[in-house]
């Protein structure tokens, strides 16, 4: 099932960061920092009562004018309200209801989006309460208390956050229909390759509305097939910050990711794999995603017998953290190898969700330990007593050990490497697990 999407609005200083970490630095594991992709913390993965969902906080800069604040409020609702399941507003019992707030709430009751009501900062529910009351004014529902600092109340929203998200993974036809993200920075070409593969395939196109949000999908039936495209190209506005719009840019990726069998990550020829590509990319690759790298705009490159290689090698070197990625070279403007895209998302696919039999998987192993022993420390060496897949989409292994300690990430990597020698699972990551075993006889 696809986790659905909580985001996080309010004014400067109400106390969205402070919920934010709250949710993601305890109540989880601390947001790793893969990639660059969420060193300012922009989403988190979220678990309350076996329901997992992915949290992004809107926020931005806090400028000192009134009309700027409310302008970015109204930004941020609105990148809430394309990309959210369920929006979280946050308001603040001492500073009261302001004007901001209720024209960010019209904004948010029109949208026919789930909305939570939370009043930050009520440290104590017998002293504030009254003041709590004044934001049913707002005519968005059941205002919540909560104290983000004290973690008051935070069970109470979570509940009726969770409350909000549709049942099941949606209808086994969605399921059936492979989904692919388009995700890249602005203005890399994501649209036109969208178009052009849906226009140009003399499919049947249908204009589809996202299950859970705004977004549109279109679905495209290519050689009998259907499959259903998540464009993120379009941004609303022009943003008047870079820093904005990269924010922009990775909130909507991580939505369309969530909801994605493979990402379609594009990338412009003209200007070469960038560290913003790496941090969009580093969503899929986390969220263990079937990737291809679509490197569009290559009939404008001047090309020699090198230049291939010389695009690769490039790529590779700032997306180092995905070697299995695939990789295209693409034009939307001339369609040039467009159409192989599908043959490529199909292999991914097939690759995202092999199966590989214990007992070939454990010879696989033997055969590794007997090529490169396991490492060893004080005397004690690690001992690999078996391995099986526990997982699909991505291929998940456990390996069982003796002593977790002595399983270092290096052997781990030769592992999955010698998997991948023998079976491909190109286009794909490789999840692994280690767990302890006692030996027999202790």
């Known amino acids: 099932m696809n986790k659905p999407v909580v985001a996080?609005?309010?004014?400067?200083?109400?106390?969205?960061?402070?919920?934010?970490?709250?949710?993601?630095?305890?109540?989880?594991?601390?947001?790793?920092?893969?990639?660059?992709v969420t060193r300012d913390r922009i989403y988190a993965d979220v678990s309350w009562l076996d329901r997992e969902f992915t949290m992004i906080d809107t926020g931005g800069i806090?400028?000192?004018?009134?009309?700027?604040?409310?302008?970015?409020?109204?930004?941020?609702a609105q990148i809430a309200i394309d990309t959210a399941d369920v929006i979280i507003f946050i308001t603040d019992v001492r500073q009261g209801l302001q004007d901001a707030d209720s024209k960010v709430a019209d904004m948010l009751r029109r949208c026919?989006?789930?909305?939570?009501?939370?009043?930050?900062?009520?440290?104590?529910?017998?002293?504030?309460?009254?003041d709590v009351y004044e934001f049913y004014n707002l005519g968005i529902g059941e205002p919540i208390p909560i104290s983000a600092a004290s973690r008051l109340g935070l069970g109470d929203m979570l509940d009726e956050v969770i409350a909000h998200f549709p049942e099941g993974a949606g209808t086994e036809e969605e399921e059936e229909r492979p989904r692919i993200a388009i995700v890249g920075k602005p203005n890399v070409g994501k649209s036109s390759i969208l178009n052009k593969l849906a226009g140009e395939n003399?499919?049947?196109?249908?204009?589809?509305?996202?299950?859970?949000?705004?977004?549109?999908?279109?679905?495209?039936?290519?050689?009998?097939r259907e499959y259903v495209f998540i464009d993120t190209a379009g941004l609303r506005r022009k943003s008047r910050i870079k820093e904005e719009l990269e924010r922009y840019s990775i909130i909507r990726a991580v939505a369309a990711v969530e909801r994605a069998d493979v990402v379609l990550m594009v990338i412009d020829a003209v200007e070469g794999a960038t560290e913003q590509d790496a941090k969009i990319a580093g969503i899929a690759h986390e969220r263990g995603k079937g990737v291809i790298i679509v490197v569009n705009k290559w009939d404008a490159i001047e090309k020699d017998d090198k230049t291939m290689r010389k695009y690769e090698d490039q790529i590779r070197q700032v997306l180092s953290f995905m070697p299995y990625a695939e990789i295209m070279y693409v034009s939307a403007?001339?369609?040039?190898r467009l159409n192989k895209l599908y043959d490529r998302i199909d292999m991914v696919i097939a690759n995202q969700t092999l199966r590989i039999a214990t007992g070939v998987l454990n010879e696989i192993l033997s055969e590794a330990v007997a090529m490169q022993q396991p490492p060893s420390d004080k005397g004690k060496r690690l001992k690999l007593y078996y391995m099986t897949q526990v997982a699909v989409k991505p291929p998940t292994f456990v390996i069982f050990v003796n002593d977790k300690q002595l399983m270092h990430f290096s052997y781990t990597r030769y592992l999955e490497n010698k998997i991948r020698e023998a079976f491909g699972f190109r286009g794909t990551a490789l999840k692994f697990y280690i767990r302890e075993r006692k030996e027999k006889g202790r």
């Open 8 to 36: 996080v609005v309010g004014r400067p200083n109400v106390g969205k960061s402070t919920l934010f970490n709250a949710l993601a630095g305890e109540m989880i594991s601390i947001v790793k920092d893969t990639p660059g």
């Open 62 to 76: 806090e400028p000192d004018s009134k009309d700027i604040i409310l302008s970015q409020m109204r930004e941020q």
């Open 112 to 130: 026919a989006k789930p909305v939570v009501l939370v009043v930050n900062k009520v440290d104590s529910f017998e002293k504030f309460m009254p």
């Open 202 to 224: 003399r499919a049947i196109v249908s204009e589809i509305a996202g299950t859970t949000r705004d977004a549109i999908d279109t679905a495209v039936t290519y050689d009998g």
């Open 333 to 336: 403007l001339t369609g040039q």
